[in-house]
C-alpha cells in the first residue's frame, strides 16, 4: 500500500518509518534501546490501540456526503477514549492508518455494501469508523489473521469487529477483486487519483533534512564525527548511494541524507546528544531568511509556534547574549516547562516565551520594541507536502487538513477561509512599527495562499499613514535552479515539489527606508571609523571637490569644541595613518608614488595655514621638470616656514624612507651623433629626521651625482628625464 504496506514490509522498515514521527524523534527524544525494542506494527498488523486511535482520528476527518448519497451510516456517539499517549510512534502510525482509510473511504464503504454484510446487525453505526479502518488493513494483509504478540490488554470493541469482518472475509475479498475489474486497475492504489499517486512516489523518496546546533558542535566537527560513523561526502543528492550525505545549496548549516537511514541516523550521538535534528527543509530557509536581515543586537517574534525545532535553529543562528527570539501561544505552564527542558538540552537560552496569541498582540509592547522582524509562518493547506502526516505532527496542523490532502485538492470556500486569515495575520504583522522586515512562509501551492496574500497586504496600508510603508524585497538565499530564478523575477523565493523537497514559498516584507534618516555610505565609513571598527582598512580618498568644501567650511566656520569635532579629529587621524605610503614602492610607479606622496602631505596639513616660498630651492644636479609637476621642495619649504600649529592640531610624523626608482641621464657621445643611456644610476630618497620634521629631497649617500656632460646649445635635453 501506499505509506501503510510500505510500512508492513519489515519490522526494521517499520523502525524507520515511525522513528521520526514528532520532532522529539527528530532530535532522538527516545533512546536507541527503546526505538529497538519498540515495535508498535508488526507484519500481520496493529496494536488494537492504534486501531482505536486512528478510528477516532478518522472519525473526524471523515468526507461528509449529501444526504442522498449516504451509503453507509457512521455513529455521532464518540469511541472509546484512550490515554493520551506521547509515544511518537504510537501516534504516527495511527495518523497513518486514519489517512490511509481517508484516502479509500469510497472504496471500502463500497465494499462493505457489495459484500452484503452491511448493514451490520451486532454493530452499531457508533462503530462504523473502527469497521472500516480494520477493514482496509484487513484487505492490505490479504485477510489474513492477525496474531497480536503484544502484552497489551485486548480491547474488546476491536476484537468484536475484527471477528465479525474476518468472517465474511470470501465475500469482502471478492467484492474487492470487482471493484478493481470495475476499474480496471490492477491493484486498489491504481483507484486513487494520479495527484495522490506522485505524491505517494515523492514521499517515499523524500530525502532527510538535518541542522547543525553550532551551540555544541562545529559543522567540521560533524563531519569528522560522520566520517568515523563510515558516511561518506558526495556533491549532490543524484550521487547518493549507501552511507553518504551532501551539503544543502540554501543553508551552509543544513546536511541532506537518503531517506532509507532514518533508522541509523537516529541512532547516532549527534541526534541523541541534539547536535543534529531533523526537519522540514521549508523550515529551514525560513530561519535563514530571517537570519539575513538581522543585525548583531536584534529581536525577532515568531508568530506562531509550530514545531519547536523552528524556534531551536532560530535561536542557535543568534546572538545567545543580546538578542531574543520572542514566540507567542503557549498557554499551558506544563508546556512551557516542557519546552524550556528541551531548549537547555539544546544549549538555547534567548528563547523567550508569550501566552498571547500574535493576532492579540499590542505592537506598543514594551517587551517587543527590539523586535525588528516578524517570522509569519500560518496555518496553510500543506498540499505541497509529499508526506502530510510528518507535516501535520512535526508543525502541530490539525488534523482536518487531511480530509482535503487525502482527495488533492482544498476546496475553494476552506481555502478561501485560510487566505482570509493569512491576509489578517500578515496586516497584523505590518503594524509594529519598530519592526523593519517580515517573513511570510507557507507548503502551499496555491497563489490565493502566496502571491495573493502578499499583494494585498502590501496594498492594504496597514503599516498607517505616518509610518514608513512595505515593499517586497528579493530573496536573500541562494537561487540554484531555474525555477528558483524565474520566482526571483518577481521577488518571491519558491520551491516546487519535488523528489528532493517539498514546497515552498517565501515573500520578505521590507520597510522602505526614510529619506530624511538616509545615511551615505561615507557617513557609515566614517562612524565606524570613529568606533575603532575599520583598524587595517584602506579607505577611498576624498574627491578634490569635497576638499575644496572642507576648505571652505574651514575658512567660514569658527572651530568650537563640539563632540562632533571630536569625532571628525578621530576619523581624521583614522585616515591620515591609513594613507601613510609604503616604504618602498615598485620601479615602473614613481609617478603614482609621487602624486601619492603630494596628496598624503596636503591631507596631513589641511588644517595647518601654509606661507608661500618666494622661489625654490635650486639643485643642478636633478633632473628637469615640468612647470605643473609636484615639487617636493616646495612642499618642504612651506612646511619649514608655515606657522606652528596648535596643540590641538599638531601631529608628530615618523620616519618614512621612499626610494624612488633610478634615473637615467642622458649624455652626448662624442663618437656618434646620437644620444645614449648612461649606466650610471643615480638613487634619491626622502628622509625624515627623528625629530618629526621632514629634510629636503637629497641624493643616497651611498651614491655620488655625477654630473652631467654638458652639450652644445643645439642639443636638445630629454623632454622627460624621470622616466
Not at 3 to 23: A, G, Q, V, Y
Not at 320 to 336: N, R, T
Request: net charge neutral.
Amino acid at each position: 500500500m501506499p505509506i501503510l504496506r510500505s510500512s508492513l514490509m519489515s519490522s526494521n522498515d517499520i523502525t524507520s518509518d515511525t522513528s521520526s514521527l514528532h520532532e522529539m524523534t527528530g532530535s532522538s527524544g527516545i533512546a536507541p534501546a527503546e526505538r529497538s525494542s519498540t515495535s508498535l506494527a508488526i507484519k500481520n498488523g496493529y496494536r488494537d490501540s492504534i486501531y482505536l486511535n486512528a478510528a477516532n482520528i478518522f472519525q473526524g476527518i471523515r468526507n461528509e456526503k449529501p444526504q442522498d448519497k449516504i451509503l453507509v451510516k457512521y455513529g455521532t456517539g464518540p469511541l472509546p477514549v484512550l490515554p493520551d499517549f506521547k509515544d511518537e510512534q504510537f501516534q504516527r502510525l495511527s495518523y497513518e492508518l486514519a489517512f490511509s482509510t481517508l484516502k479509500y473511504q469510497d472504496v471500502l464503504e463500497n465494499i462493505l455494501i457489495d459484500s452484503g454484510i452491511y448493514p451490520m446487525q451486532s454493530i452499531p453505526d457508533d462503530l462504523t469508523s473502527l469497521v472500516v479502518v480494520i477493514l482496509y488493513d484487513l484487505q492490505d494483509r490479504k485477510f489474513e489473521p492477525r496474531y497480536n504478540t503484544d502484552d497489551e490488554e485486548p480491547i474488546a470493541e476491536v476484537q468484536e469487529v475484527e471477528n465479525y469482518l474476518y468472517s465474511f472475509k470470501t465475500k469482502l475479498a471478492a467484492a474487492l477483486a470487482r471493484c478493481r475489474i470495475k476499474h480496471d486497475a490492477l491493484s486498489i492504489e491504481y483507484i486513487l487519483p494520479e495527484t495522490i499517486r506522485r505524491q505517494e512516489q515523492r514521499a517515499s523518496a523524500l530525502p532527510l533534512y538535518a541542522w547543525v546546533n553550532t551551540l555544541k558542535i562545529s559543522l567540521e566537527d560533524v563531519h569528522s564525527s560522520l566520517q568515523k560513523e563510515g558516511f561518506s561526502r558526495v556533491e549532490s543528492v543524484s550521487a547518493f548511494d549507501g552511507y553518504t550525505y551532501c551539503l544543502d545549496t540554501h543553508c551552509e548549516d543544513v546536511l541532506i541524507f537518503p531517506c532509507v537511514l532514518k533508522e541509523q541516523l537516529l541512532t547516532l550521538d549527534l541526534f541523541i546528544n541534539y547536535k543534529l535534528s531533523l526537519q522540514d527543509h521549508s523550515r529551514n530557509l525560513a530561519v535563514h531568511s530571517v537570519k539575513a536581515l538581522l543585525n548583531m543586537d536584534d529581536d525577532v517574534l515568531v508568530a506562531h509556534m509550530g514545531s519547536w525545532l523552528t524556534l531551536a535553529h532560530m535561536s542557535v543562528l543568534m546572538n545567545q547574549d543580546s538578542s531574543k527570539v520572542f514566540v507567542c501561544g503557549i498557554k499551558s505552564a506544563a508546556k512551557e516547562a516542557e519546552l524550556k527542558d528541551l531548549f537547555a538540552k539544546m544549549e538555547c537560552k534567548n528563547i523567550e516565551m508569550l501566552h498571547e496569541d500574535f493576532a492579540n498582540l499590542e505592537p506598543t509592547d514594551h517587551k517587543l520594541q527590539k523586535v525588528k522582524v516578524i517570522l509569519l509562518l500560518p496555518r496553510c493547506s500543506g498540499l505541497g507536502v509529499s508526506n502530510p502526516i510528518e507535516f501535520i505532527l512535526k508543525e502541530h496542523e490539525d488534523a482536518e487538513l487531511l480530509r482535503d490532502l487525502s482527495q488533492g485538492s482544498v476546496a475553494e470556500d476552506k481555502l478561501s477561509i485560510l487566505a482570509q486569515q493569512q491576509l489578517k495575520e500578515l496586516t497584523h504583522a505590518m503594524q509594529f512599527s519598530k519592526v523593519q522586515g517580515v517573513v511570510y512562509g507557507t507548503c502551499s501551492i496555491y497563489p490565493e495562499e502566496n502571491e495573493v496574500v502578499v499583494k494585498n497586504a502590501l496594498a492594504s496600508g496597514a503599516e498607517g499613514p505616518k509610518a514608513q510603508p512595505y515593499k517586497l524585497s528579493p530573496p536573500v538565499l541562494p537561487l540554484c535552479c531555474k525555477s528558483e530564478i524565474s520566482a526571483s523575477a518577481m521577488n518571491f523565493f519558491k520551491l516546487e515539489p519535488s523528489h528532493i523537497s517539498n514546497s515552498c514559498f517565501i515573500a520578505i516584507l521590507a520597510r522602505e527606508r526614510d529619506p530624511s534618516e538616509s545615511v551615505s555610505v561615507k557617513d557609515v565609513l566614517a562612524r565606524a571609523a570613529a568606533k575603532g571598527l575599520l583598524e587595517g582598512i584602506d579607505l577611498a580618498k576624498p574627491s578634490k571637490r569635497e576638499e575644496k568644501k572642507k576648505k571652505k567650511q574651514k575658512v567660514t566656520q569658527p572651530r568650537t569644541a563640539t563632540k562632533e569635532a571630536m569625532i571628525q579629529s578621530r576619523i581624521q587621524e583614522f585616515l591620515d595613518r591609513e594613507t601613510k605610503p609604503n616604504c618602498s614602492v615598485s620601479d615602473s610607479a614613481v609617478s603614482s608614488v609621487t602624486a601619492s606622496t603630494s596628496q598624503a602631505l596636503k591631507q596631513t596639513n589641511s588644517s595647518i595655514h601654509l606661507k608661500k616660498t618666494t622661489k625654490p630651492l635650486s639643485n643642478s644636479s636633478l633632473p628637469v621638470m615640468p612647470k605643473n609637476f609636484p615639487s617636493f621642495q616646495k612642499v618642504f619649504e612651506r612646511q619649514r616656514n608655515s606657522k606652528k600649529p596648535k596643540s590641538e592640531d599638531k601631529m608628530i610624523l615618523k620616519p618614512v624612507e621612499i626610494v624612488l626608482p633610478p634615473v637615467m641621464m642622458p649624455y652626448f657621445n662624442p663618437q656618434g651623433n646620437r644620444s645614449q643611456i648612461s649606466t650610471n644610476h643615480y638613487y634619491y630618497r626622502w628622509v625624515g629626521t627623528k625629530s618629526g620634521t621632514c629634510d629636503l629631497l637629497s641624493p643616497s649617500s651611498s651614491r655620488k651625482l655625477i654630473k652631467a656632460k654638458e652639450t652644445s646649445s643645439s642639443t636638445a635635453k630629454h623632454p622627460r628625464p624621470w622616466l
